[in-house]
């Protein structure tokens, strides 16, 4: 099992300069960090990859959709736009170093259509089902993001993104797990872990509030024990949002400070994951 934490963190917008933060991530001793392609380019991620590599870190990434590159769209043109930014994704996870690429890849973040949720998620299937051989090719998986009703309405359950990555038809793409989301919207967290199976392909980490894991009330025990069950091994990742007054926390609806400060929020996440997973 790998720890990383996602350097959003740190992050004022998404177009601030990650380097800076790669020292903090090692210096504390994480085994990656997770960054966010908002904001990315490809300089900017070709020179990424060698300061990645100069700190001893691997690297997982997330992105997004915009509403002008909606795979669930019935506007050929927006789709088709939608396909060639996750192609693009997933060439710079590759140059980045990174084996992992997850988020809310389906659909935009934050765009409700409840009535027309069932030929949306089957569009998002399609298409995203035909990143299959870019994916083998680069050798990325790709998560499907399960988050809560508040920031979309496709795919809120465990049960929700695991059907979906089942949709595709891609051995290539699961799903991520947040342990903020799945507080809200499932009945049984444990019994929604072990049900993603194999087709669990990324675990996010913070507690109820969007903080210090272990902080408030997410029931670990259960997360861990879950976790055992199925065998999981891969990456646990810190995302944490927890600071207010800035754009990307607005993003978030982070209105109150939820910590202290970033550096010492990263420190005790890492010190609780290493308690609880190994």
Partial sequence: MKFGIHAGLWMARWTDEIAPILKHVADLGYDGVEISLLGMNDDKAAALASQIRDHGLEVTCSDGLSREADITSTDPAVQQAGLEHLRWAVRTCATLGSRGLAGVVYAPWGVFDPLNKADRTARSAHMLGQLDADLANDGVTLGIEAINRFETDLVNTAAEAVALARATGSDHIGALLDTFH????????????????????????????????????????????????????????????????????????????IEPDAQGAAKQALQFMQRTFT
């Fill in 182 to 257: 799945l507080n809200i919207e499932e009945k049984d967290i444990g019994k929604a872990i072990i049900a993603a199976g194999d087709k669990l392909a990324h675990f996010h980490v913070s507690d109820n509030d969007r903080g210090v894991p272990g902080s408030g009330h997410v029931p670990w025990d259960v997360v861990r024990s879950s976790l055992k069950t199925m065998g999981y091994d891969g990456w646990i990742v810190a995302e944490m949002f927890v600071l207010a007054g800035n754009p990307a926390s607005a993003d978030l609806n982070i209105w109150r400070n």
